[in-house]
RNA sequence: GGAGACGUCGCAUAGUCCGGCCGAGUGCACCACCCUGCUAAGGUGGAGUCCCCGCAAGGGGACCGAGGGUUCAAAUCCCUCCGUCUCCGCCA
């Protein structure tokens, strides 16, 4: 949600944002309208509200005719309140929902446009080149029986899949090492919930475009996760937290599940896009000053993973109109994907200023005994099972095998060679 | 799954039977000051969150798990939901 004080104060200002996404400005003069005539509603029934308490009090300590003629007016006044109440009602949700509707404030310098208007920061690596064919991480993962597309559609559909041997040891190993670096920054490790409420999957703002996206349980009215980014958000939701001593930041584990509706035919070989993955996500909490220099941190402990597995990549800086909801700013990762020549997302980190915690009320008091505000949070991928792909393709060898980089060995089990039994 | 108890201001509790004098007492913790003097005790005062009006001083409203209802008036009465605990049953 945005501050509404700055809706008020600065309407313009949200409206160039809402240009350099290509959406539409006249949502801001929707909520500008529906804020008016929220306030007024509360206005007329608070005074209403304060007469009626005031006789209220009159009618406990008269007694007699003078009780009577009290209940008469205060009754006429009851009535009045109840409509007023019911006005209050209605003009606040009115006002949240065009509220809702306005995303967050883009940060100065995001590139402007679509999803093909994304700026390269920095592109960094060898991309690695071959002798012989390229293979490509399925052909690869199936000749070392490490991943076995066949029985996962046959077990679940499909876009699943199994990951054996040492498919499934690598890409416990990459978690491994993900959590290392997260520990090593002083990160909390949570494994939360994937199954989650209405409200908090509301709250995170995964129901509105990205409704499409996700698996609802009808029967219990949960939802499942497409990212733990949903509970570590959720984790503080409601509280007032203690950030004097420093950011609080978790790095969370979980299986994240996707309905990938509306991507029919896109990535459909392999394990680029499938409805279920492993992900380790950092989320931090933070005050909103340190929240940019918070997002390159968080960049550069992916990129630090990334160049310790010898992947090629590129930094990119997303453009405007291809952000979330809660965006501020996001940044991608793109690992080079040697079969097909290309970059493709292995990280996403967004700031999501204080988005996100307005409507999950996530608080902190910057001054000792001063009022509340509400803090920033900041999110970012370090590792997923997406990452196999990026591994398999770039350390393949001609004779089919694969090399393990080295700082996923200790985690193997000292293997160093993936090689067909 | 069956039976019962409970959910109050950071924590612990009073208040709910008999609706108004309860936005709410007490203890602990907290903050400021005083006293004393020394890793303690005592005294006084202050403190919650959210919203509305206001340049401000200030004024007003809401919040007793959540949501409805009854009533002029609800922490208190009624209903629904959520959660916690205890006992029994069942089970990885």
Redesign the pocket.
């Known amino acids: 949600m945005i501050d509404?004080q700055l809706l008020r104060d600065s309407p313009d200002v949200i409206k160039a944002s809402l240009r350099s996404r290509g959406a539409q400005e006249s949502l801001v003069d929707t909520a500008l309208q529906a804020d008016a005539a929220r306030?007024e509603a509360?206005?007329a029934f608070?005074t209403l509200?304060?007469e009626?308490?005031v006789i209220?009090?009159d009618?406990?300590k008269a007694s007699g005719a003078e009780k009577d003629a009290l209940?008469a007016t205060?009754?006429e006044?009851?009535t009045q309140v109840k409509e007023a109440s019911a006005r209050v009602?209605e003009a606040e949700e009115a006002a949240s929902s065009a509220l809702g509707a306005l995303p967050n404030l883009v940060i100065e310098g995001v590139p402007a446009g679509g999803e093909e208007n994304f700026v390269t920061l920095r592109e960094v690596g060898t991309i690695p080149t071959f002798a012989g064919e390229v293979k490509d991480h399925l052909e690869i993962g199936e000749a070392l029986d490490i991943l076995d597309m066949e029985r996962g559609v046959k077990v679940s559909g499909s876009r699943f899949y199994f990951l054996k041997g040492a498919g499934a040891l690598l890409e416990m190993a990459l978690t491994q090492l993900g959590m290392k670096v997260a520990l090593e920054n002083g990160f909390v490790p949570l494994i939360p919930p994937t199954l989650v409420k209405p409200e908090i999957m509301q709250g995170t703002g995964f129901l509105g475009e990205h409704s499409a996206e996700v698996y609802h349980l009808g029967e219990d009215d949960l939802y499942l996760t497409g990212t733990s980014e949903v509970a570590l958000a959720g984790y503080h939701s409601d509280e007032i937290i203690d950030l004097t001593k420093g950011p609080l930041r978790y790095v969370g584990l979980s299986t994240c599940y996707r309905r990938e509706a509306g991507s029919y035919g896109k990535d459909t070989r392999g394990i680029i896009r499938v409805h279920q993955f492993q992900k380790l996500e950092m989320f931090s909490y933070i005050d909103p000053a340190d929240a940019e220099a918070e997002h390159e941190r968080l960049v550069s402990w992916q990129e630090q993973m990334l160049q310790s597995l010898g992947l090629a990549y590129r930094v990119i800086d997303v453009a405007a109109g291809d952000l979330g909801t809660s965006a501020a700013r996001k940044y991608d990762v793109e690992a080079w994907i040697p079969s097909q020549s290309a970059y493709r997302e292995l990280t996403s980190t967004s700031n999501c200023t204080t988005f996100q915690s307005r409507r999950l009320n996530v608080?902190h008091r910057p001054d000792k005994g001063g009022?509340?505000e509400p803090v920033a949070t900041l999110n970012g991928t370090l590792a997923t099972t997406r990452w196999l792909v990026a591994l398999l393709e770039t350390h393949q060898q001609p004779d089919g095998s694969v090399l393990v980089p080295e700082v996923l060995q200790p985690f193997m089990g000292g293997l160093s060679v993936i090689s067909a039994s």
């Open positions: 509404p306030r509360i206005a608070e509200r304060a009626q308490n209220g009090k009618v406990a209940l205060v009754k006044l009851s009602a608080r009022s509340t």
